[in-house]
């Protein structure tokens, strides 16, 4: 069987298409970086099993983050083929767009979220650091190949990462449909609901939400970055060969590669 | 024209060319010059441009050696990383703009810095911004909230400008005083990394004639129009308003594309194997731009002004050809590859839908005969030899010896316990923890990073992955050693960026100079700056590259003159150096935080009585005279010393003497890069000298913790540079005690030492 494949979408702006396409090979899955224009026929997508849509500014981030990309074409065809199973993955920017295009949460057919500018006590806006997010989804999906209550430590990197809403009753909804895949939480899984716990003010520690069938993933920290453990924290004192190593974040990809490769069957 | 005439006609056109210059035009072109011609001269004349100042003197510093592949000719220069990659350095100031509007001018200093790396053909991998501002805690008001808006300002365009391309930043610096009240510094350093058998030049390529000049980017409007000639100018808060024109507009979002189309242009060049020529369009605009590509090929360069895309009409043709309008570039291209670069641009990245009227047009031919032709409504507006533009002129500056009359350091009392200078050390701007800035900046967007701003004394990349290879990178410069001694201070630079590179554990193989002096045309403030290239020079040399008695090579740098107060007051002279250091494994690197209770805490560099200069000295408003000294041969080996026993896996922690001296350095340890440290240390200090010298005293050396395992080995790794590993104490605990011949002179927690670490910078910025 050929390997997943899987289009990297760059929309003007995006700035992490070369770490998402590497990490998809890293997981053993094909890449491609697709770039967005606007004689670019969507039928072209289809060839793709899966779509990540990766962090940067895409569109300059007009109007609100996420939101001009939301409107383009592509994501119409990206949502077509998302209703037929395959795997859209929304990181950073990628998220914002996903949220704005109302595929996340996707339990009405509007916008039900929105990814508010951070609250911090000590960084405005913009902020970049290393946080713990840990696995509270305890359904299978196509993401999560990491256990329940396993806690990543992964970098945030964005001025508007908070999760939020107007509707009283969604996330009890995104609870109960074991969509909310990520939390922020400590180092050893307790979550508090401050800085420096919570990064960004989000709405129940929210890092991470599927739609509801869970072939579609909303995460605003960058797994991409957390991926081998040459990347996190803790490189000191390891070998070479120990810190080339896949670190839990590639979890995540192998996970997409497993669950399309079982869809492809 | 009598000088009188000739005078006011040159203030009428605001050109500031001397008379003398204006006429030596006459001479150059036979004829008088057109109105485009003078001002093409006066932007080319200028200091910011010609060099005109500085070019004789810039001969003293070393730029050849084994790692170096390109030195300091074109846009950026290029080091050995091995025999297939390189990388790419450029270092440049955006000081004037920044203090003028310095969001903008922040946020345009990055982005002409990035085209410089760009233009080489080059992936851009990290960069490192060291900043100077004014005094943050000044009894006049207006002048401490002005500080603080211009650093906040600064920061945000940094973090708007660098974040928005995807460019992580790993190192930097920022200092604060008085010198830099109405003059601050905004200096940028990139890398990138080049396939060495891909570099593009920024020359048009042999037997170019008849190539097409073709210009991509932002449609050219009069924004920045005289900015070369702005930046060689003492900068008046009267002129303020005047000098806004002069400061760029700064597009990342256009920048993010272009960036990615011109790697697409790269691609598709290798692949059907075209010689290209690209040079980005920084100070002169297009004129600069395409009259070093053509004057660097030996060709000649005719172009149709009214092809130049525009946003604004009307536009006199000196303007379309001088303005510094941003994120532009031009390429140098053979006829039949035109229509790929135009449809990479245009078609494929959309140039005309991502910013009003940008796109990628031809504008012009390479011509052979060596003139530089301007043609604009049919008439021809420039026609000059193409190397008298680009030549410039030079002068012999006249310079005086400062004699600097004190000879001594104050007599201070010495206190019975050193927690509260301690305390009060770790919160100044300049040592105090700078994570809120830090984190402002993206620095692990490409994935590559291994060691983040602030978590030792260099960043650390990793470039390509899979591969064992790491690149640090680091900048520094000390402005009170420099208000001391212009030499010294300089030497100081020199020796602490090697010192810090080496403290991850790379080896440095390259430097580049952003030289911020005074006024070239005062000779006391011409004669720092020659200074200052003297200790540059001697340093450079002396501290050998590794493995060798060949210098440390420069391989790119800039010149920033006019830095001062309008009262004729230069800042604090400032030869900023970035060093580029190579690690065959970057997995061996280590960082500055105490790993482990119960190992030794180890020195190097004996302790001096050294205070000029230092923090302590600055508790009490003190400047002192006794700099730090570097001894060449010293400095070497515990650099060599240092950079062996990391690789051999021997040392736990690292951490180089600078800024605030030993206790500082511990201090640093005990609380590692995020003041997340949980483990103290206890030191026992046996040592004739005072004891403020001893804690606080700048000289060069390191701190290290050692486990007692590989203890002899890591003796035996500094006894092959005839270093002794001096022990002053262990590890453990949650505080931080230090007894001087057995008497308490520090009790502080951790916590104590976190609070005014971690809140310093924030307290000066409130």
């Known amino acids: ?265 | 024209m009598e000088d009188k005439e000739l005078a006011e006609f040159l203030k009428k056109n605001a050109i500031s060319l001397k008379l003398n210059e204006a006429r030596k035009i006459v001479e150059l072109i036979g004829r008088n010059p057109t109105i485009t011609e003078l001002h093409i001269f006066n932007i080319q004349w200028s200091e910011h441009s010609s060099y005109k100042s500085s070019k004789n003197a810039l001969k003293m510093l070393p730029t050849t050696g084994p790692t170096v592949i390109l030195g300091p000719k074109e846009d950026a220069g290029i080091l050995k990383l091995d025999e297939e990659y390189g990388i790419v350095i450029s270092h440049e100031s955006h000081n004037h703009p920044s203090q003028v509007v310095p969001y903008e001018g922040a946020a345009t200093g990055i982005g002409g810095n990035v085209r410089d790396v760009l233009c080489m053909g080059a992936k851009v991998i990290a960069g490192a911004d060291p900043l100077r501002f004014g005094e943050a805690f000044s009894e006049n008001k207006s002048v401490s909230n002005r500080t603080k808006y211009i650093a906040n300002q600064v920061i945000n365009g940094i973090a708007t400008y660098g974040n928005a391309i995807g460019v992580p930043v790993i190192a930097g610096d920022i200092y604060m005083n008085s010198s830099f009240n109405d003059n601050c510094l905004v200096n940028v350093v990139h890398i990138g990394l080049i396939k060495n058998n891909e570099i593009i030049h920024s020359c048009a390529p042999e037997n170019s004639i008849g190539y097409d000049v073709i210009v991509i980017g932002k449609p050219t409007d009069n924004s920045g129009f005289g900015g070369a000639a702005f930046a060689s100018l003492i900068l008046d808060e009267k002129n303020k308003e005047n000098n806004r024109g002069a400061v760029q507009v700064p597009d990342p979002f256009l920048k993010n594309v272009l960036i990615r189309a011109s790697y697409r242009v790269f691609e598709a060049a290798r692949k059907q194997k075209v010689t290209l020529g690209f040079k980005d369009c920084g100070a002169g605009g297009i004129m600069c731009a395409t009259s070093e590509l053509g004057a660097s090929g030996n060709m000649g360069i005719e172009l149709n002004l009214n092809e130049v895309p525009v946003s604004m009409q009307n536009l006199p043709s000196y303007i379309i050809a001088c303005s510094e309008t941003q994120e532009r570039f031009c390429w140098i291209s053979p006829k039949e590859f035109t229509k790929t670069i135009l449809d990479i641009y245009n078609k494929e990245f959309e140039l005309p839908n991502v910013a009003e009227d940008a796109c990628a047009k031809v504008i012009g031919r390479v011509i052979k005969d060596k003139k530089y032709i301007l043609k604009y409504n049919n008439k021809i507006v420039c026609n000059a030899d193409i190397r008298a533009i680009t030549e410039g002129i030079r002068y012999n500056r006249e310079s005086e010896e400062i004699i600097n009359k004190k000879a001594s350091g104050p007599e201070l009392i010495e206190p019975e316990s050193f927690n509260t200078p301690l305390l009060d050390v770790l919160k100044l701007p300049q040592i105090a923890s700078k994570y809120t800035v830090y984190e402002h900046y993206d620095n692990t967007v490409q994935g590559n990073t291994v060691i983040r701003c602030g978590e030792a004394d260099a960043g650390l990349i990793a470039p390509l992955p899979g591969k064992k290879y790491g690149v640090a990178l680091k900048v520094d410069c000390n402005p009170r050693y420099n208000r001391v001694s212009s030499y010294h201070g300089a030497v100081n630079a020199i020796a602490e960026v090697m010192r810090n590179i080496a403290a991850i554990g790379a080896t440095p193989i390259g430097l580049t100079d952003c030289l911020n002096y005074g006024n070239p045309e005062k000779p006391e403030q011409f004669w720092q700056f020659l200074e200052g290239i003297r200790g540059l020079s001697d340093a450079a040399k002396n501290i050998f590259l590794k493995g060798t008695t060949q210098p440390v090579p420069f391989v790119s740098g800039n010149v920033s003159f006019y830095n001062g107060s309008a009262n004729g007051k230069s800042i604090d002279p400032s030869p900023i150096v970035a060093c580029v250091g190579r690690m065959e494994d970057y997995s061996k690197a280590i960082t500055l935080k105490i790993k482990k209770s119960g190992s030794g805490v180890y020195l190097v560099g004996a302790r001096k009585n050294e205070l000029g200069g230092s923090a302590y000295y600055e508790l009490f408003d003190e400047l002192g005279a006794n700099l730090p000294k570097t001894d060449f041969a010293s400095e070497r080996n515990m650099i060599y010393g240092v950079i062996d026993a990391i690789n051999e896996r021997l040392l736990l922690a690292s951490h180089d003497i600078s800024d605030g001296g030993l206790i500082v350095a511990v201090t640093e340890m005990i609380l590692g890069g995020k003041g997340a440290g949980k483990i103290g240390a206890s030191l026992q200090l046996n040592d004739g000298l005072k004891t403020s010298a001893l804690l606080f005293s700048e000289s060069s050396g390191f701190v290290m913790e050692i486990e007692d395992k590989n203890l002899a080995a890591a003796e035996k790794a500094f006894a092959k540079y005839d270093v002794d590993l001096i022990k002053i104490g262990e590890t453990g605990g949650d505080y931080l005690i230090v007894n001087h011949n057995d008497k308490e002179v520090v009790n502080l927690d951790i916590p104590a030492l976190r609070d005014a670490w971690m809140n310093g910078f924030g307290d000066a910025m409130k």
């Open chain 1, 1 to 265: 069987m050929n390997p997943p494949k899987i289009a990297v979408i760059w929309f003007p702006g995006s700035n992490c298409e070369d770490e998402s396409k590497l990490v998809c090979e890293a997981a053993g899955m094909k890449a491609d970086i697709i770039v967005v224009n606007s004689s670019i026929n969507p039928k072209t997508l289809e060839q793709y099993d899966g779509f990540f849509i990766g962090g940067g500014w895409s569109y300059e981030d007009r109007i609100r983050a996420g939101a001009i990309a939301a409107k383009d074409p592509i994501m119409l065809k990206i949502k077509e083929e998302a209703k037929k199973g395959k795997v859209v993955l929304g990181v950073c920017n990628g998220a914002q767009i996903l949220v704005e295009t109302g595929i996340i949460p996707g339990l009405k057919d509007k916008i039900q979220m929105a990814l508010a500018p951070n609250t911090n006590p000590k960084v405005s806006g913009y902020y970049n650091t290393w946080v713990y997010v840990k696995h509270e989804c305890r359904k299978t999906n196509a993401f999560n190949a990491a256990g329940v209550n396993e806690v990543l430590h992964i970098p945030v990197a964005h001025g508007e990462g908070r999760f939020t809403t107007t509707d009283k009753d969604l996330v009890k909804e995104l609870i109960k449909n074991n969509q909310i895949m990520f939390r922020y939480s400590d180092e050893d899984g307790n979550i508090d609901e401050k800085y420096p716990v919570n990064p960004n003010g989000a709405l129940y520690n929210i890092a991470a939400i599927t739609n509801k069938e869970g072939n579609v993933l909303a995460i605003m920290p960058h797994p991409e970055r957390a991926s081998w453990n040459r990347q996190l924290p803790y490189f000191e004192q390891h070998s070479f060969e120990e810190n080339e190593k896949a670190a839990p974040c590639l979890k995540i990809f192998e996970s997409i590669k497993m669950y399309l490769e079982k869809r492809m069957r």
